[in-house]
């Protein structure tokens, strides 16, 4: 474990900003105060004291900037019923020192399998005293017996895998607010779900499947469900009826999970709406195609970077047999790093061309060169092997594209391939000539096959292999695989 020591005034601000986006968060141990540090779509807070829930419930009434869900559960109970993967962000704000050491290093082996993202402990810095032996606790209720502190905790009690941010003069008072003799420390500790290539998640417009699959997956936990106390806050099961049926048989829990995760559904399609939005602003307020970009990456915008699984990249390009320890690739657009880390694994010799800094800076461990997309007069000649463009080209104006093929097939080895995808317009639906603001930052630019070839012919390329991958009728749209060789 790697620890970074903070001074307390900047503290808290240095952790939020190691935070990253989460939809769903999963606050087990909240007490009466959630956590506020970041706002998900859904909150799902998870409290084994009752009254603690009531004050809870009361609290987030008219609460109006994310859906809360409310558990009256420990977090054993809670944990087993969520799937593998299915909330991004696990909080233990205060949790661990309230149990056993044990059973703290339990919940957290637990909370890895169910996270997408981060982990995010907060604790103090070894054992301080706790204890309320009047049964009223800090806030005169009475979880004086949930307050007490049952186990010290250290940055040596987490692994390799958590970055820990620690503070030597953190807590000035005990909880009553009664000084200390000495201010006392105290740490967060961030775990982060491994490898983002590894991670099997997909595209965006895929979740509401997998949704689905995890809440028969649910269904199998019926036993351990009705053991469940689950207090489910201002969900109505009455909308419908297949949900009023499996409530009326005992299923009333998981009816409302599965209400609140077809919420997320629609949500979705909220959000399809706001992507859209966000593109048109950034037209608006005229903010550079680079810019745009940078925003996408520092916000690891899972949507407009795609993060499409490298092996289906390799195959709709007919690649894969290149993937071999040894190739010398150019990764053109890096979005997420999927692909990047990928061809690493595999033993490739990578270079990346982006047009953002910070997506380069992504995979820079893994990289051995790379450009930006304005330096791409420097790409060195004859050296690649391969060179991979895949959700790209729809990003680009004709101009710039030209430039970007003509420089690449100068890069190439004289048996070197060049496999990119790009847009073209299924019928006449789409304006083909249109390469605006808008259809560049959305990756709206199609072209027909006919105007790709001649910007090939024209770089002194020629097309070697080509194949229609998919279609979008809905879009009007479809897109192209293409083998490009250099003419020698
Ligand atoms: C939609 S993502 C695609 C990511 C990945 N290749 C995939 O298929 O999942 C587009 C990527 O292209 C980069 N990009 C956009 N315009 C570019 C340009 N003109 N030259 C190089 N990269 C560009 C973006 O920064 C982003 O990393």
């Known amino acids: 474990m790697k620890v970074t020591w903070l001074e307390k005034e900047n503290f808290v601000t240095t952790v939020i900003g190691q935070l990253k986006d989460a939809e769903v968060v999963l606050d087990i141990g909240c007490g009466i105060m ?16 009752e009254q603690y829930v009531e004050v809870l419930l009361e609290r987030l009434k008219g609460e109006s ?7 009256n559960a420990t977090w054993s109970e809670a944990i087993k019923i969520f799937p593998a993967k299915s909330v991004d962000t696990v909080f233990l704000v205060d949790v661990v020192e309230h149990l056993e050491k044990e059973e703290g ?12 993202k981060q982990i995010v402990v907060f604790t103090p810095f070894g054992f301080i005293r706790q204890e309320h032996p009047t049964g009223r606790d800090a806030w005169n209720l009475e979880g004086g017996v949930w307050q007490k502190h ?23 008072t005990d909880n009553m607010g009664n000084p200390f003799d000495k201010p006392l420390g105290a740490f967060w500790s961030i775990w982060e779900y491994p490898s983002m290539a590894n991670s099997q998640e997909q ?3 895929d979740a509401p499947k997998s949704l689905w699959l995890d809440f028969q997956a649910l269904q199998k936990k019926h036993q351990a469900l009705q053991q469940t106390k689950a207090v489910i806050f201002a969900r109505k099961l009455e909308e419908n009826p297949f949900l009023m049926k499996l ?21 979705q399609e909220f959000t399809q709406i706001k992507l859209a939005s966000d593109v048109q602003n950034s037209v608006t307020k005229r903010e550079s195609t680079r810019d745009w970009w940078e925003s996408c990456h520092k916000k690891d915008h899972k949507f407009w970077l795609s993060g499409t699984n490298p092996q289906k990249i390799w195959e709709s390009l007919k690649i894969a047999h290149l ?3 040894g190739t010398i690739v150019l990764n053109i657009g890096v979005g997420l790093g999927y692909d990047t880390f990928e061809l690493a694994k595999h033993g490739c010799i990578i270079d990346a061309l982006d047009i953002s800094e910070t997506a380069l800076a992504r995979v820079m461990i893994v990289v051995s060169r790379i450009w930006l ?14 060179v991979i463009s895949h959700l790209v080209a729809q990003h680009m104006s004709n101009q710039d594209l030209s430039e970007q093929i003509t420089h690449v097939i100068r890069s190439l080895k004289s048996s070197g391939v060049f496999a990119i995808q790009f847009a073209y317009p299924l019928n006449g639906k789409i304006d083909i000539l249109n390469e605006d603001e808008l259809h560049i930052k959305s990756g709206a630019v199609v072209r027909t096959m006919d105007m790709f070839k001649e910007m090939v012919l024209k770089a002194g390329g020629r097309i070697a292999w080509s194949q229609e991958l998919e279609r979008f009728p809905d879009y009007g749209l479809g897109w192209y695989g293409v083998q490009i060789q250099r003419v020698e």
């Open 34 to 49: 959630p956590q506020s540090y970041i706002t998900p779509k859904m909150h799902i807070c998870c409290e084994p004291f």
């Open 65 to 71: 900037d994310r859906n809360y869900i409310v558990l």
């Open 105 to 116: 290093l339990r919940l957290l082996k637990a909370t890895e399998r169910i996270v997408k």
């Open 150 to 172: 049952r186990s010290g905790w250290l940055p040596e009690d987490f692994d390799d895998n958590w970055k820990i941010y620690a503070c030597k003069d953190y807590h000035t």
């Open 203 to 205: 595209r965006y417009s």
């Open 247 to 267: 409530a009326s048989v005992g299923y009333c829990f998981m009816a409302k999970i599965y209400l609140v995760l077809r919420r997320r559904k629609t949500e």
């Open 323 to 325: 993937i071999i320890p």
């Open 373 to 386: 997309t304005s330096q791409i007069q420097d790409l060195p000649p004859n050296t690649y092997d391969l």
